[in-house]
């Protein structure tokens, strides 16, 4: 049982929890219900029952009769559209889920007035994916927009079960709880909530407060754009990154609106792309000491930013309407052990650089089931 475990531990990690040591029920001589730590500090995920060596639940051992019909549709969405990479259609993802939910507005709903909200609008009206904030989403609208017919869902559990997949698929993404029981949008989002990256700070966290969100919070969100490119802002770079491994959930984008190298925001490394909001956000005196105490942190910024998206999952919902089904998630992929060999003794480099044979053979190992072959 030891080795197994130890084995199983030596190609790539999942979470661990607090006290640094794995979760395994013993069940000789298999290995179970390892927990993955989750952003919310529970032990969600990877919870459906014996493991495989994927670590990918199964549904032979669906906990709750109400996420069994989940098992099938995370598969069609991990692997028929992410194939189980972080790809543009994971990262689309992602973009997705912020922008169906980021249309939420306290200050609307206090007056009852048409609201957005974590419910999938943006899969349904076929206008609102057309607005020029939603430009790049169309092709993963596209995917997504048959499987709430194909197996009778909601648009909005669809939409949100996506993205919290496709934080997963990224290596270094957390487990972010997955809800499911959300109702069928009311209304077409109203426009003009979605952010600007030429919005000052001040009016970006004034948008964000009438989301739900304090700065703090935002600062973990906006880390999203780790996984980020950008096609539209300056179209004559369209697909340079926000940080140099787009691949990847690091901190390293934490770094690059002020490039630690240089200190300098204006310096812009190769191949990559600075949104002003983003420099903004890494250099206002108010945001600047939340924004950047990410950096270097993987832990703390996986466990902020799981938090957040959940929040942000439920905007418009509540939480005990809904049923959690995280006992369909994989395991997160935990960068730790994927990192190069490094020279230098006693602290560890505040930004490890992921060594690409170790981080594919977690991805072989961990996402398995949904890879394409070549
Ligand atoms: C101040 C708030 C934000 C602003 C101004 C902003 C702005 C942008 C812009 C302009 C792009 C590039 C779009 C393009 O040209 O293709 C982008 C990409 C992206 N954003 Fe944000 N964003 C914000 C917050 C967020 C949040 C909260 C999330 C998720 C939690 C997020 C996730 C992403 C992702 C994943 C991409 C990359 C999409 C892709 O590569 O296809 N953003 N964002
Ligand atoms: C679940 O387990 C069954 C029976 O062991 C197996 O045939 C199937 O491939 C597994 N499915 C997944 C998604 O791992
Ligand atoms: C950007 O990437 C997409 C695929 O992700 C590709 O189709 C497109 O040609 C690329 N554009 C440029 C300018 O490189």
């Given amino acids: 049982m030891l080795l197994v475990w130890l084995s199983f531990l030596a190609v790539a990690l999942f979470s661990l929890p607090v006290d640094g040591f794995p979760q395994a029920t013993a069940v000789a001589p298999q290995v179970t219900a390892v927990a993955a730590k989750g952003g919310g500090g529970g032990e969600r995920g990877g919870g459906g029952g014996t493991i495989t060596g994927s670590g990918i639940p199964n549904v032979t051992d669906a906990k709750n009769p109400v996420c069994v019909p989940w098992y099938g549709i995370r598969d069609a969405i991990m692997g028929g559209i992410f194939q189980g990479r972080c790809g543009d259609n994971a990262r689309a993802a992602i973009r997705l889920a912020f922008h169906d939910a980021g249309t939420f507005s306290l200050a609307l709903q206090a007056n009852a007035l048409p609201n957005g909200g974590a419910d999938g609008s943006l899969l349904v009206d076929p206008n609102e994916v057309l607005r020029s904030e939603n430009n790049g989403l169309q092709n993963i609208v596209s995917l997504l927009k048959p499987l709430p ?9 669809i939409l949100h079960l996506a993205g919290v997949l496709a934080v997963l698929a990224c290596p270094g993404g957390p487990v972010i709880p997955a809800y499911v029981g959300r109702s069928a949008p009311r209304n077409i989002a109203p426009t003009g909530l979605l952010p600007d990256p030429e919005d ?5 966290l004034a948008r964000f407060a009438d989301m739900g969100f304090k700065s703090r919070e935002v600062m973990a969100l906006i ?8 096609r ?11 940080d140099t491994t787009v691949q990847i959930w690091d901190t390293r ?3 690059t609106p002020l490039d630690t190298e240089t200190a300098d925001p204006t310096t812009v490394l190769p191949g990559t792309f600075k949104l002003d909001s983003d420099v903004n956000f890494a250099t206002n005196p108010t945001t600047a000491p939340d924004f950047n105490r990410f950096i270097g942190k993987q832990d703390d910024w996986m466990s902020e930013y799981a938090a957040a998206h959940e929040k942000m999952s439920l905007l418009g919902f509540q939480a ?5 089904c995280s006992e369909i998630l994989p395991l997160a992929i935990d960068l730790k052990n994927l990192a190069e060999a490094t020279t230098g003794k006693g602290k560890p480099p505040t930004d490890p650089v992921i060594d690409p044979v170790k981080l594919e053979a977690a991805i072989q190992q961990f996402r398995s089931i949904w890879l394409v072959s070549q």
Avoid at 200 to 204: A, E, G, K, R, W
């Fill in 232 to 242: 539209f802002v300056d179209p004559a770079a369209a697909n340079t990154t926000f």
């Fill in 253 to 255: 984008f934490c770094n």
């Fill in 320 to 324: 005990k309407d809904l049923t959690d």
């Fill in 149 to 157: 017919a194909q197996f009778g869902v909601s648009p909005g559990d």
């Fill in 223 to 230: 880390g999203a754009h780790t996984t980020g490119k950008q």
């Fill in 200 to 204: 000052s700070v001040n009016v970006l």
